[in-house]
């Protein structure tokens, strides 16, 4: 369909370094080039530094906390009168919105284990994200795993669930040696270390993979990667107690990502739950081998081209950490199978898939 004119949940530009924030940003910048004769009207918090397609319109969303989102606001969608909206945080407003929606689920994880995330929550988990899969007209899930979760928890019909994965951000890639090089010295990185990518909180699983290192011979250092989340308190203390050869970059500008992931060693991701897990994907699409749990949809979007470890086992993370790093074969190997997994995954690939379910909602 052409022309199209489609109002957008940009909320999640809020935290552009999030999962939920580069998914919007990316989605809509290549959905912008995907389809340039259709128009987007973003909503985004006020005060918040725009990350989408510069041919988009961007407007504030109502700053009232619960009748501002809503109430007001479906309200002045309706005047707007889009032909679809794009929920591309998750979620629709508890008031009609008066057009055919199409919302992308990240991950239900909090349904699965409501101790992974702080207790302030109880509108979006118990009224917000039910009704929202239950009134869209199509719904978006990033991996098969969050879409059996759709079904399972709400009994959303597969027939109203479109997967439609992640893609690989531009710029990740292998670097050549001097890149590398010049790299390691701008960042003051050691020569050897094991990369951890995340927000430090408990659904990250950080706490077995700090109990891994810990126990490794002839180990590398550890780098983290990542913001403090909630109940970060007992990780930072383990950290604390590990020494200086456990090395924490809390602000990190994005450009600089793709090289640390050349530079690694190793990606290890523990989680207990991802709904999608980029960080593995653009690890290995830098050419970094890969070790990841094995819940959830990590082992789905790693397929055969990483290591898979329970993840609760410090001990088999300890053992497939050092067969990543003694093994140079087998490393080898794994760049090479990370690389080909992750040239699967493209923006503009998602971008295709999202804009034929918008295509489909408008023709029911």
Known sequence: MTGLHVAVDGVGLARPRAGVGVYTTEILKAMAVDRPDCRFTVYVPPGVSIQGPS????????????????VQWPGRLRRLAPDVFFGAAGALPLMDVGSPSVITIHDLAIYRNAGWFPQRQPLSTRWVIPSSLRRANMVIAVSSNTARDAEDLFGVPQSKIVVVPHGVSRGLRPMSGEERTSARERLHLPERFILFVGTIEPRKNLLTLLEAWAMMRDRPDLVIVGGWGWNYEPIRERISRLGDR???LDSLEPGELPAIY?????????AWY?????????????????????????????????????????????KALERVLGDTELAADLRRRGILRAAEFSWSRSAEMTWQVIDETLRE
């Open 262 to 270: 050349n530079l690694a060693q190793v990606l290890a991701h523990p």
């Open 246 to 248: 456990v090395h924490h």
């Open 274 to 318: 991802e709904g999608f897990g980029l960080p593995p994907l653009e690890a290995m699409a830098c050419g970094t081998p890969v070790v990841v749990s094995d819940s959830s949809s990590l082992p789905e979007v790693v397929d055969e081209a990483g290591l898979v470890v329970p993840a609760g086992d410090a001990n088999a993370w300890r």
């Open 55 to 70: 041919s988009a319109s961007y407007r504030s969303l109502p700053q009232v906390p619960f009748l501002g989102r809503h």
